[in-house]
């Protein structure tokens, strides 16, 4: 069972920037898809963004063009580059894996990512 950590969170001014790192605790190679959700309070969980196979990228609308994610092999992390942030970004990060194999799903316990306006 991996063991997922995030790290990177914090309290940021609207239009700034933050750099998210999720260090995983076995090879991120041997998951499919690595990615990254957040859920602001009294809403739901949502995706941000994620890698498939590790070449293909995809964005939730609402961060195209500002978050960039990527996947670092050598250090086991996945990280999102956080750019000209909102105040609606305000939620709490959680980085997430998936072995389509094995069918399972791992999930990080959370970073608070706070923009202030």
């Known amino acids: 069972q991996v063991q997922l950590v995030e790290s990177g969170g914090g309290l940021v001014q609207s239009g700034g920037s933050l750099r998210l790192s999720c260090a995983a605790s076995?090879?991120?190679?041997?998951?499919?898809?690595v990615g990254w959700y957040r859920q602001a309070p009294g809403k739901q969980r949502e995706l941000v963004a994620t890698?498939?196979?590790?070449?293909?990228?995809n964005y939730a609308d609402f961060v195209k063009g500002r978050f960039t994610i990527s996947r670092d092999n050598a250090k086991n992390t996945v990280n999102l580059q956080m750019n000209s942030l909102k105040p609606e970004d305000t939620a709490i990060y959680y980085c997430?894996?998936?072995?389509?194999?094995?069918?399972?799903?791992?999930w990080g316990q959370g970073t608070q990512v706070t923009v202030s306006s």
């Open positions: 997430h894996v998936r072995s389509i194999w094995y069918n399972k799903d791992y």
């Open positions: 076995t090879n991120i190679t041997s998951y499919d898809v």
């Open positions: 890698i498939t196979y590790g070449i293909a990228t």
